[in-house]
């Protein structure tokens, strides 16, 4: 029986604003020339429903999808960013201590953001059954969904989301728990 297949995708590069919260970003120039061309790859042919975060960021790296493949985007805000982030010069430290579970100051509880970005992905792939579908989210939900789908440990977890691009793509079959192509690949 065919499964959904999932292409998911972490937004375009940002312009930081260290004076913003991170959920306020936009792409950078580069970002948005990089979504576009993102849009001009060969497997969104297949693609029936894109969904993405709400956050500026991603909303516009899944329109440059939508408009070079003539598909309608549908916002999803609990695919939005692990919440409380803050800009710092130890982000990546950060990071690395929440994907392996530690509790990070000001940031979402690990368990609730992938709680809510696990329910948003399943009610998305129940809509789409026996289709592909893209979601464009964020590097810090997206590898907490993949380190559950996959169950990875804190240091895979970090590696997959150290390894991701700004856009980059990953290939999942969520039924199977199989990653098909990985956030890195060419």
């Not at 937004?11 to 580069?30: F, I, M, N, Q």
């Not at 150290?162 to 793509?169: E, L």
């Amino acid at each position: 029986m065919p499964s959904v297949r999932l292409y998911l995708v972490r937004h375009a590069e940002v312009t930081v604003r260290p004076d913003r919260p991170g959920h306020e970003w936009h792409l950078s120039p580069g970002g948005r020339a990089a979504a576009e061309a993102l849009g001009g790859a060969p497997y969104w042919a297949g693609v029936r429903g894109l969904h993405t975060s709400c956050e500026p960021k991603a909303e516009a790296t899944a329109q440059r999808i939508a408009s070079a493949n003539g598909l309608q985007v549908r916002i999803e805000h609990d695919l939005r960013e692990v919440e409380g982030r803050g800009w710092s010069e130890d982000y990546r430290e950060q990071a690395r201590r929440y994907l392996a579970g530690e509790a990070v100051e000001s940031w979402e509880p690990r368990d609730d953001a992938l709680a809510r970005v696990r329910a948003c992905i399943d009610r998305i792939v129940q809509r789409h059954a026996d289709l592909e579908v893209g979601i464009v989210a964020h590097g810090l939900v997206l590898a907490l969904y993949l380190t559950e789908l996959l169950e990875l440990d804190g240091n895979a977890s970090y590696k997959l989301w150290s390894d991701m691009r700004f856009p980059d793509v990953a290939v999942v079959d969520p039924e199977a728990r199989r990653l098909e192509r990985p956030f890195g690949s060419s």
